[in-house]
T-cell receptor
């Protein structure tokens, strides 16, 4: 299983763009990259998933360079409600969600 | 749709007591999962189910049992609670096991304290 490394915590001001980078140096050919968000006292929530290049949805963008050894979750114009823990997960598409490992994530704090 | 619901929301047990946590989903999902999350830690998979009547062990199954008698329900049992089982328990479900395209939907969690 590919091991992921994320910053433990980040602070940002409201209205700014926030980029959270995840390192996964031993990512395998069949691995997909998935990000979840967890608000305090709630279960995680799926944000975005990708394999290579760039993926965008209504919540975030995911940038994956050609070597796929890292990925960056980008949150545009954050607000106080974006304060949460963000998890980067790497998993083989040939296996299931049960093989995903949630690390300690990145605790993002938005400052007014 | 209520999504994934968990009962109870909070519980305090004494060491050696037993209890059952109930997870229910109304999305007709085949797959269901039980996780635990300790303070400052990520989620760890306890058990999961790939369909009605089937269960499998996850990363940390010891001390827990599960049952999936109905497709919409997934029960987590603690036969003899220990302080090390103090944690927040999350249930999740997904339409398919395939992580591509089929994300997990999580419940609000059950906070369990064992004294």
């Amino acid at each position: 299983l590919a091991k992921t490394t994320q910053p433990i915590s980040m602070d940002s001001y409201e209205g700014q763009e926030v980029n959270i980078t995840c390192s996964h140096n031993n990512i395998a050919t069949n691995d997909y990259i998935t990000w979840y968000q967890q608000f305090p006292s709630q279960g995680p929530r799926f944000i975005i998933q990708g394999y290579k290049t760039k993926v965008t949805n209504e919540v975030a963008s995911l940038f994956i360079p050609a070597d796929r050894k890292s990925s960056t979750l980008s949150l545009p114009r954050v607000s106080l409600s974006d304060t949460a823990v963000y998890y980067c997960l790497v998993g083989d598409i040939n296996f299931g969600n049960e093989k995903l490992t949630f690390g300690t994530g990145t605790r993002l704090t938005i400052i007014p | 749709n209520a999504g994934v619901t968990q009962t109870p929301k909070f519980r305090v047990l004494k060491t050696g007591q037993s209890m059952t946590l109930l997870c229910a989903q109304d999305m007709n999902h085949e797959y269901m999962y039980w996780y635990r999350q300790d303070p400052g830690m990520g989620l760890r998979l306890i058990h999961y189910s790939v369909g009605e009547g089937t269960t499998a062990k996850g990363e940390v199954p010891d001390g827990y049992n599960v049952s999936r008698l109905k497709k919409q329900n997934f029960l987590l049992g603690l036969e003899s609670a220990a302080p090390s089982q103090t944690s927040v328990y999350f249930c999740a479900s997904s339409y398919s096991s395939a992580l591509q395209y089929y994300e997990q939907y999580f419940g609000p969690g059950t906070r369990l304290t064992v004294t």
